[in-house]
C-alpha cells in the first residue's frame, strides 16, 4: 500500500493560534514518515483545495516549521468560505476529491476559528 499525502487547510480569523497548530500538525507528521508522504497545505485554507493551489510544506526547513509557532497571521492564508450541504453543490465535492486523488490525499486536517 502507498504511502498517502496529507491536506492541512485553515479557516476563519488568523492568529498567531492558529500558526502555533500548524506547526504542531506538520511536525507531527514529519515524525510519522512511515505513514504520511508530503503535507499539502490549501492556500486560502479549503479554496486552496478547490482551485488546486497547494503548498508542499515538506519544502520547508524543521526550522521554518517550528518558527510558525511565533509567528502572527494565518501562514498559508485562510477563508471564511463553508460548503454548501451535498445536496446543493455536489460538484464542490466532486472536486475535492479529485484534487485529493491526483495528489495522493488520504488525510485531511481542517483547522477552523
Given at each position: ?14 492568529t ?18 512511515d ?9 486560502n485554507?479549503?479554496?486552496?483545495a ?26 498559508f492564508?485562510s ?26 490525499i ?6 477552523r476559528?
Amino acid at each position: 500500500m502507498a504511502i498517502k499525502n496529507a491536506f492541512y487547510a485553515q479557516s476563519g480569523g488568523v492568529t498567531a493560534v492558529i500558526n502555533a497548530s500548524a506547526a504542531g500538525v506538520l511536525e507531527t507528521a514529519r515524525q510519522h514518515t512511515d505513514k504520511i508522504g508530503n503535507v499539502y497545505a490549501g492556500r486560502n485554507g479549503i479554496i486552496g483545495a478547490l482551485t488546486e493551489d497547494l503548498i508542499d510544506t515538506n519544502a520547508d526547513s524543521a526550522a521554518a516549521i517550528a518558527a510558525l509557532r511565533h509567528t502572527p497571521s494565518g501562514a498559508f492564508g485562510s477563508c471564511r468560505y463553508k460548503l454548501k450541504s451535498l445536496e446543493q453543490n455536489r460538484r464542490e465535492y466532486e472536486r475535492l476529491i479529485e484534487v485529493f486523488k491526483a495528489h495522493n490525499i488520504g488525510y485531511f486536517f481542517l483547522q477552523r476559528w
